[in-house]
């Protein structure tokens, strides 16, 4: 909390690995799983360094939840990414991706079939409607895209957690944060007031210091140069 009573989340988000439908580009497959690609993809997502602290043993430090697209190939990445973490893993309707009741591939499975398909205690899915990917094409617009993301945010920001990863999509980052995800990209975030502000690591003293001497190299380099022109220009004048 900050010094004027603000609560500060770190927020860790990930996109899921390739799907059979970013393989193939046939976005008719229903709910597609990862490729095997993906799955391998997903299975080195702990190793990226900016999770450190999220995956840390350190109880101050661990993220104390995983929120999840419902569709298929992001809780498919959640369980390869983190299911030996015993960190809860909670699906939320509001970050499935952008063409639900659109595109077959942005189209949801029923929640009674995903308990059953992902039988595990980690995933919670009793507050999950059945039918929670029944959208229409206006609930697509770009308008209520945004008005749906901000709904997520302003629930995102009240959860009692103060350190959370997120799993979703292209087409969600990108209207959130106006930036293309690669699939299995990690980013981190820090949501301040329901405000995101992109989390810039600090500059180690190795780096710091070789900065310093490049930039004096550079500024040396630059006086010599100015030096030696005033010189020619000396002897052209006096010549």
């Known amino acids: 909390m900050d010094e004027l009573g603000h609560n500060t989340k770190e927020v860790w988000f990930v996109r899921h690995g390739q799907a059979e439908h970013n393989l193939t580009d046939d976005f008719e497959l229903p709910d597609p799983s990862l490729t095997n690609y993906g799955v391998e993809q997903a299975k080195a997502v702990p190793g990226e360094e900016i999770l450190s602290d999220a995956l840390s043993r350190a109880p101050d430090r661990r993220a104390q939840l995983i929120i999840t697209s419902p569709l298929r190939r992001t809780i498919q990445t959640s369980l390869n990414a983190f299911g030996n973490t015993n960190i809860p893993i909670l699906p939320h309707p509001d970050i499935q991706e952008t063409h639900a009741g659109e595109r077959p591939c942005d189209t949801g499975t029923p929640t009674s079939g995903l308990a ?83 989390y810039q690591e600090p500059m180690s003293l190795e780096t710091t210091v070789s900065m310093f001497f490049l930039t004096f190299s550079s500024i040396i380099f630059l006086f010599t140069l100015l030096i030696n022109a005033l010189n020619s220009q000396s002897r052209a004048y006096f010549g």
């Open 116 to 198: 059953e398909e992902f039988a595990t205690k980690q995933i919670n899915f009793y507050d999950l409607d059945e039918n929670w990917w029944d959208l229409t094409l206006d609930d697509c617009k770009e308008s209520a895209l945004h008005k749906r993301f901000d709904k997520f945010t302003r629930w995102l920001s009240k959860r009692p957690e103060d350190r959370i990863i997120v799993v979703a999509h292209k087409g969600v980052f990108k209207r959130m944060f106006t930036r293309v995800y690669k699939n299995c990209e990690v980013r981190k975030y820090l949501l301040t007031d329901q405000e995101y502000v992109e």
